[in-house]
Every structure is written in structure tokens, then in C-alpha cells.
């Protein structure tokens, strides 16, 4: 059986999650915090989360995960049979982790943790979050779905993702990011009523009083 390491916390984690849950695949989940000690970089070379095990070995890094779920596994199709529409996804997936997720991500510490990030950093991911969701409203086709009319990898990427970016717009910056884009608002609605979404969102919901104190005594 395919295990899961991380914890429910971590968006990265719930993207993979998700997908395992949207193929019917089943599958273990490992709590794994992952960091720099010996025994956790045996798992994950970097220390980081999510890390999938099957019957060879470790894998890491989300994009590649799910790419090996994807090709490796069976259950419903995240991406599409056609290369380029395959292609199309996967760039939008990866649009939105480097000019949306990663951005948002700078700011974290202070919109979330109640710690403080410098001005610089701070003015740094406002400026490539509206470039983000800009590249976002061009490329993306909500039809209804991110990349068109079936849930695919980059509905992944962005339900997991945006949501903390608009957080962080909102508590940092007093602006919607998504405030021209209500299709963008529409899919999020109807991503939040998918079942195996409302599982995560209340795993994470019982996990989070633990993972805050985990963040508070490392301060």
C-alpha cells in the first residue's frame, strides 16, 4: 500500500492527499514533520514534506508525486491523454506554485504566525502575487475548472494554494486578489463542496491547535 508522510497542515501535503483520494487509491498516512535530522533526511533528502512510499522506495517533491500517481496509478485521470492539453495543465500547475504559492509563502511568518517579515520581502511578493493572479485570469479557463471541464492536477495547486495567497493579500496588503476574477471565487465554492476536500479540510482542522503549539515553541 502507497504511505503518505507529512502532516495535514501542510498545503503541499493536502495536494497530494487529494489526489490520492480523488484516483480511489488506497493509501497509508505517515505523520512526518521531516527537518534535518539523520533519520528524516533518510526519507526526504531536503527535509521536506510531502514524501509518498511505495513497495521500491521514497518519493519526493509534490510535482513529481503526483506525477508518478498519475502515470503510476490507477483511478480517475488528473491530467489529460492529449500532450499538449497535458502540457496546458501542468503549466498552469506550475504557474501557480511559483507566482502565486511561493509568493504567498515569503509572507507566511507574519499573516499567519504572528512573527514579522521585512518590508522588502514584503513589497517583493505584493508586486508577484498581482503579477500571479494577472498571469492567473489570462491563462486559466474555468470551465468550470481551472483547466477546463474535468478536476485536474492544477485545481490541485490551486485550491490549495490561492486561498493563502488571498489570506495574505487581504491581512498584509488590504487587497482581493481575487476581486476580477469571479470564477475564480465561483471554483473555490465548488471545490470546497467536494467531499474528499471537506475530509482534508477537517483533518487539518484537528491537526492545527498541534501544529501552532509545534510553531510556538520554536520561537
Known sequence: ???????????????????????????????FYAGQSAEALAISPRGKVPVLRDEQGFINETSVILEYIEQGQKGKPLLPGDPFERAQVLALAKEIELYIELPGRA????????????????????????????????????????????????????????????????????????????????????????????????DKDAAMPAFMAMVASKR
Open 1 to 31: 500500500m502507497l504511505k503518505l508522510y507529512g502532516f495535514c497542515v501542510s498545503n503541499y501535503y493536502n495536494m497530494v492527499k487529494l489526489a490520492l483520494l480523488e484516483k480511489g487509491l488506497p493509501f497509508e498516512e505517515v505523520p
Open 107 to 202: 509572507c507566511y511568518p507574519e499573516a499567519f504566525f504572528g512573527m514579522t517579515v521585512p518590508d522588502a520581502i514584503k513589497d517583493k511578493s505584493k508586486a508577484e502575487l498581482l503579477q500571479g493572479f494577472a498571469s492567473l485570469g489570462r491563462h486559466g479557463k474555468f470551465a468550470p475548472y481551472v483547466a477546463g471541464d474535468s478536476l485536474s492536477i492544477a485545481d490541485l495547486y490551486f485550491l490549495y494554494s490561492v486561498p493563502l495567497a488571498c489570506a495574505v493579500g487581504k491581512k498584509l496588503f488590504d487587497i482581493d486578489l481575487l476581486a476580477e476574477m469571479p470564477a475564480a471565487k465561483a471554483l473555490l465554492e465548488r471545490l470546497e463542496q467536494n467531499p474528499n476536500v471537506q475530509r482534508i479540510a477537517a
